[in-house]
């Protein structure tokens, strides 16, 4: 039965299954939208079965998350599609790309295999109800090997999903580690976008105080997993792979000059790359989520226009907020279809 599975991936067949999804999908006009969540009511249930973390409880009305030291309100509507859609057509998206927010599989040790099969049947059957609004990005159960390569090939194939969240540490490992590698393998082989999402951050305990956990902690987790992945040479094995940082790269792009300088110059971390890290940073894609409307035209001049996706990280974020930011940077008509749409047509291959 492995020997089957394997010989299968090694085809790069992606089933008739994935074809007739794609082909059923009908893009509509309107911006498309590379972040965006929803938490999964069954999986809430589950967690507030829990005692230990992961866990959810309730207080004053109100639902928690907890992963770890990690205690983070549940938004409204943060379960409701017809929510999402409503604030979908106010921001004139006319597209989602649909995943869970956290926590990840990994972190509910030997049931990770039933809770990413959850989740992305659960979003999986959203996109199906709504093809012309919504495409599924699917979770992994990535701390087994067999399981995750199964999972993958489940859920791009028999589902439809069309991207793969990868979570900046997994349960404190990070992606770049050898067991993890073969994802970067089998999502190079058949184009499918990997996109890192800030889990709750390693750096948590120097982070509790101010809230900086969501301040800082996070944009610097997705900075360190993407460090790593570059450094220890997954973007110089993979070249092809599609690889999506999001926050316009968290603080890597303003970092990369002393990156480039302690390799070349001083000759330190350089043992796995050949290239600058700046040039490797330059096959990433970066997504639109920031406040700042310097920090998305920095971004673009780093990195150029093909490698900007537009997202708003609704529901956390407003999506006219962001919206509005891109249309005040004053691109050219062209370049700013590249970023509201066409880049991520391409990209997820609508």
């Avoid at 507030?48 to 030291?69: A, H, I, L, M």
Wanted: some cysteine; hydrophobic content about 45%.
């Amino acid at each position: 039965m492995k020997k089957n599975r394997r010989e299968f991936l090694a085809t790069g067949a992606s089933g008739a299954l994935a074809l007739s999804h794609r082909a059923a999908t009908v893009v509509p006009s309107g911006r498309i939208d590379c972040q965006s969540y929803l938490f999964v009511p069954e999986l809430l249930a589950y967690m507030e079965k829990r005692k230990t973390s992961p866990y959810v409880y309730r207080k004053d009305g109100e639902r928690y998350v907890v992963v770890g030291e990690w205690h983070r309100r549940i938004l409204p509507n943060y379960t409701d599609v017809q929510a999402k859609l409503a604030a979908m057509d106010t921001a004139g998206i006319g597209m989602t790309a649909l995943s869970i927010n956290d926590p990840g599989p990994e972190l509910f040790g030997a049931d990770s295999l039933s809770i990413a099969r959850m989740l992305n049947d659960y979003i999986a059957s959203i996109a199906r109800n709504y093809p012309q609004r919504f495409f599924g990005v699917a979770v992994l159960p990535m701390l087994d090997r067999e399981a995750m390569l199964d999972e993958f090939e489940r859920a791009t194939s028999k589902l439809g999903m069309k991207g793969i969240l990868l979570y900046s540490n997994l349960d404190g490992q990070f992606p770049d580690e050898p067991q993890f590698r073969p994802l970067f393998a089998i999502a190079e082989q058949r184009s499918v976008p990997v996109l890192l999402h800030p889990a709750c951050p390693v750096t948590m305990p120097v982070m509790k105080d101010y809230f900086m956990s969501s301040m800082l902690g996070l944009m610097f987790d997705t900075t360190i997993a993407l460090t790593r992945l570059i450094l220890a040479g997954v973007l110089e094995q993979h070249p092809r792979l599609k690889l999506v940082c999001p926050h316009v790269g968290g603080t890597l792009p303003y970092l990369i000059g002393r990156l480039d300088h302690q390799t070349q110059v001083l000759k330190r971390g350089a043992e796995h790359i050949r290239r600058p890290p700046s040039e490797y940073l330059k096959q990433v894609y970066f997504d639109t989520v920031s406040p700042l409307p310097l920090a998305i035209r920095y971004g673009l001049d780093f990195n150029g226009v093909d490698k900007m996706l537009y997202a708003s990280d609704h529901p956390w974020v407003d999506p006219v907020l962001i919206g509005s930011l891109v249309a005040r940077l004053h691109l050219a008509a062209a370049d700013k279809r590249k970023v509201f749409s066409d880049n991520a047509r391409m990209l997820f291959g609508l």
